[in-house]
């Protein structure tokens, strides 16, 4: 068994780490700008844009009359402009929310104009959007249901004809422990 010493052990991890420590330094000079203050100019949003992309953001649902089971659930909403442009647009039409059970069977549908009084427009750095409150218990629903994992999907639908869906977002809704 060859023997090493101290010695030159700590050299060589000193050697490696030292080559590591230039590569990395090299490739991060690399990566930097000469100006970070320079802002590239996007442009303007496109004129009568219609949706080509929607984009949906759901936070956990909310129990806001106390009674265990939570009713209220908040989305933020983004349509991004069939063109290509790179911030999100405000485009008119109305939102479908329908959030789906078990085997994709609706549980509950809802539909939203924005701005309405379930939603309000907002300008973020993403661009124009809207945050929109669905209810269980709004129009005669229950928020009164066996716990369970549900999708929630919306669909546009704007004025100009153009449609377009999100993906899933799953939510739990029901109290846990309930049947």
């Not at 203050?37 to 009568?48: F, L, Q, W």
């Not at 949706?51 to 659930?73: E, F, K, R, S």
């Not at 405000?90 to 059970?101: C, H, I, K, N």
């Not at 928020?143 to 899933?168: C, E, H, N, W």
Request: glycine share 12%.
């Amino acid at each position: 068994m060859k023997q090493h010493s101290l010695f030159s052990l700590n050299a060589a991890a000193s050697v490696k780490a030292l080559l590591v420590l230039t590569i990395h330094a090299a490739c991060f000079a690399g990566c930097s700008s000469p100006s970070t203050s320079e802002k590239k100019d996007i442009g303007s949003p496109p004129k009568d844009a219609k949706a080509g992309l929607i984009w949906m953001g759901v936070n956990p649902p909310t129990d806001t009359n106390a009674n265990g089971y939570p009713d209220a659930i908040v989305c933020t909403v983004y349509l991004f402009a069939d063109t290509g442009y790179v911030r999100s647009v405000s485009v008119p039409g109305t939102f479908t929310f329908t959030l789906l059970g078990k085997g994709g069977v609706p549980i509950r549908e809802w539909t939203v104009t924005s701005p309405g009084p379930r939603s309000a427009s907002i300008r973020t750095g993403v661009g124009e959007g809207s945050i929109i409150r669905l209810g269980l218990n709004d129009d005669g629903g229950s928020d009164v249901m066996a716990y369970q994992s549900a999708d929630l999907v919306v669909t546009f639908r704007g004025v100009s004809g153009d449609i377009v869906k999100s993906t899933p977002n799953a939510v739990l809704i029901g109290r846990p422990g309930s049947k």
